[in-house]
């Protein structure tokens, strides 16, 4: 089977994750989240969590070398042998660099969406502590009130995904992160969807794309 190395990027509230979920389950790849490696780090309180925390409460990125480092450690898991798709990395041209000394990728997926809906989509996200599946309290609610309906887990409001440390994490992807979609046109890999419709229409165009590119 030929590989399958993909990122997903777009602003926070993209739906990135979202998506990247659904690719997970059809493609049996797994699913590398920066952002889910570091929760899970400062929830265990590890001294490079603890170097996180702060950075992450107000929406700034968390130094390259750490995330490296998590990184680093997760792709070289057996799992990934044969393709993963990366949720939140890189975050900027130091990590795509250190990216491309690593690996070879062969998409990028870039989610555009329009920037009023970003504020209103995170904030109202809810994540399950135990399954990490994300709902909406509007868009998608859970059937039972900050339950999780696949898991029963309870829902939780990340402490980042408060307005205003939403609006730092936008403008850090706006001055740090947007330029890699250059990075990656000028690459040759770089393919563009609008998420302009629900999560269901979105996760249509992705499987589409995913149809074209990976056809044996
Ligand atoms: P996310 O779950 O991808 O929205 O990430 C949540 C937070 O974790 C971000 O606001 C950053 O503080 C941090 N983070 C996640 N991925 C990275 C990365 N690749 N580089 C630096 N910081 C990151």
């Known amino acids: 089977m030929n590989t399958m190395k993909i990122i997903i990027q777009g602003a926070p509230g993209s739906g990135k994750g979202t998506q990247a979920k659904f690719i997970v389950k059809q493609y049996n790849i797994p699913q590398i989240s920066t952002g889910d490696l570091l929760r899970e780090a400062v929830k265990t309180g590890t001294e490079l969590g603890l170097k996180a925390q702060k950075h992450m409460n107000t929406g700034t990125l968390v130094p390259d070398d750490i995330v490296i480092k998590l990184l680093n450690e997760r792709i070289i898991q057996k799992d990934c042998q044969n393709g993963f798709i990366l949720d939140g990395f890189p975050r900027n041209l130091v990590q795509a660099q250190e990216l491309k000394n690593i690996t070879d990728i062969d998409l990028v997926i870039n989610i555009n969406v329009d920037y009023g809906l970003l504020i209103e989509r995170i904030t109202g996200r809810r994540t399950c502590k135990n399954c990490s599946s994300i709902f909406h309290i509007k868009y998608s609610p859970p059937k039972e009130v900050d339950r999780c309906d696949k898991c029963s887990g309870s829902l939780y409001q990340r402490d980042d995904d408060t307005e205003e440390t939403v609006r730092n994490r936008l403008n850090t992807y706006e001055n740090v992160t947007k330029p ?37």
């Not at 690459?187 to 056809?215: A, C, P, W, Y």
């Open 180 to 216: 890699l979609i250059d990075y990656y046109k000028k690459q040759g890999i770089l393919e563009n969807l609008d998420s302009d419709g629900s999560i269901d229409e979105m996760h249509q165009k992705v499987s589409k794309l995913l149809v074209t590119r990976f056809k044996e």
